[in-house]
């Protein structure tokens, strides 16, 4: 299963689905899920299922909603015990505030400390506020910030709020991930069929791209299988260039 932790402030969102809206598209299903543990009893916490489509491969994206409090006297492994949750068999992070992130700022590093390794970090605003510091240990520290106003990105994107949070997960190296068939036919609609015959089919007939699919694909479950032999920064180096090219293909494809 791929997991995704997400890591909101209780003070700042009274229902997740008010979280929600901002991360993922509206038909992903939530439920409330009772977590018991032996020494802190239960909690309950909101999960849900994300069907991640992309061309290249289908995974399926299992979404942890952990409200988290700032509170003395319960440390974050307390907090995160309650919920019988282990952060180190997360996958990708997803810290989600509406104005003061010093809160999930400090669980970041509490991560860090304890070793979570995750392939994908974000941080989404729900409100787009972003001060100068929130964006220098953002990038210190390997997250992007994801807004919706185009002005408060300090780099130039196409893709904005939901659509970017998606864009991003799309380019993970999931390690339960189905490989789609390139050859696969798929359903087509009418003008789809029209355009396909416009095409000259002598451009048809190169198969680089799918080559290239295949060597993306192998040295993505290599490093999968092998990144442990490495140093988190080398790893971290590694899963960026893949992505990138992961990416570039996805954009090269929306071109056409």
């Given at each position: ?12 969102f009274d229902d997740v689905t008010t979280v929600t809206k901002h ?115 953002c990038i210190d520290n390997g997250y992007e910030w994801i807004g ?81 032999n490495m140093d988190h920064d080398q790893r971290k180096k590694e ?18």
């Amino acid at each position: 299963m791929n997991r995704v932790l997400t890591i909101l402030p209780n003070n700042d969102f009274d229902d997740v689905t008010t979280v929600t809206k901002h991360l993922l598209p509206s038909n992903i299903l939530l439920s409330d899920v009772t977590r018991n543990d032996s020494i802190n009893g239960s909690a309950r916490v909101t999960e849900g299922d994300f069907d991640l489509d992309t061309k290249y491969y289908d995974a399926k994206l299992h979404f942890t909603f952990v409200p988290i409090v700032e509170d003395t006297t319960q440390k974050f492994s307390d907090q995160l015990l309650r919920y019988n949750l282990n952060c180190l068999e997360q996958n990708a992070v997803i810290l989600v505030y509406k104005n003061d992130f010093s809160l999930l700022r400090n669980f970041a590093e509490y991560l860090i400390g304890i070793g979570a390794n995750f392939d994908t970090c974000l941080v989404v605003s729900t409100s787009n506020y972003i001060s100068d510091t929130v964006r220098t240990w953002c990038i210190d520290n390997g997250y992007e910030w994801i807004g919706e106003d185009e002005s408060l990105h300090s780099d130039d994107r196409n893709t904005l709020g939901v659509e970017r949070v998606i864009e991003a997960l799309s380019c993970t190296m999931w390690p339960h991930m189905t490989k789609k068939d390139p050859n696969a036919k798929k359903p087509t609609t009418p003008q789809q069929e029209k355009k396909k015959e416009e095409i000259d089919l002598n451009e048809l007939g190169d198969d680089d791209g799918e080559d290239d699919l295949e060597q993306l694909f192998a040295a993505m479950m290599k490093l999968r299988n092998e990144g442990h032999n490495m140093d988190h920064d080398q790893r971290k180096k590694e899963a960026a260039i893949l992505a990138t090219k992961l990416f570039g293909m996805m954009g090269e494809d929306d071109d056409e």
